[in-house]
């Protein structure tokens, strides 16, 4: 079983892998790259630091290996079915434990947004991160804002079973 690790040490590690995409790939970010390739980015840099931790953490992008019930759960019950097409319902980046599901494998899920979100926007990112919290038992969940002209990271942490964040302001913390 992986030893599950504080939540401010994953928040930690979040914030240094971002810190050091904006620092080390600026042209990603200021010529306005699809969030995939900086989200990729951010991935690898996450992965770097994973290598420390004991167990088997990594990070993945688009990860697509989970149960078709729980994918169907999170289009219908929190997007509204909106984003029933399970293609939608990946989230850009989780930090996991590939070897089992559950609160002790799944710490982190991330969705990440290029621009200048609005509230529409943000609702159906904040619905989809908490249905991961809830469905598939991740620590807590992150929403990454940027404007792609090189303007720095806006995040907003989400925990399991409490509301979510109003999707009318940017997000609280400026990394």
């Known amino acids: 079983m992986t030893a599950p690790v504080a939540d401010d ?4 590690v979040v914030r240094e892998a971002i810190r050091s995409v904006w620092k080390q790939c600026p042209d990603l970010i200021e010529h306005g790259v699809h969030e995939r390739t900086v989200v990729a980015h951010i991935a690898a840099a ?15 992008v688009e990860y697509n290996r989970f149960h078709d019930r729980g994918l169907e759960a999170i289009g219908t019950k929190y997007l509204r079915g909106a984003a029933g097409d399970r293609r939608n319902v990946y989230p850009n980046l989780i930090v996991h434990d590939p ?10 899920v991330l969705e990440a947004k290029k621009g ?9 990112d904040y619905r989809k991160l908490q249905g991961f919290l809830q469905q598939f038992d991740y620590h807590q969940a992150a929403f990454l804002e940027y404007d792609g002209t090189g303007g720095r990271p806006r995040i907003e942490w989400l925990v399991p079973f409490i509301s979510h964040p ?3 302001t940017p997000a609280s913390e400026e990394l």
Not at 46 to 60: H, K, M
């Open 116 to 124: 200048a979100p609005t509230d529409i926007d943000r609702e159906p």
């Open 99 to 108: 070897r089992g599901g559950g609160p002790d494998h799944n710490l982190l």
């Open 9 to 12: 040490v994953v928040r930690d």
């Open 166 to 168: 109003d999707p009318t």
């Open 46 to 60: 996450l992965n770097v630091r994973l290598e420390a931790w004991p167990g088997l953490w990594r990070a993945d």
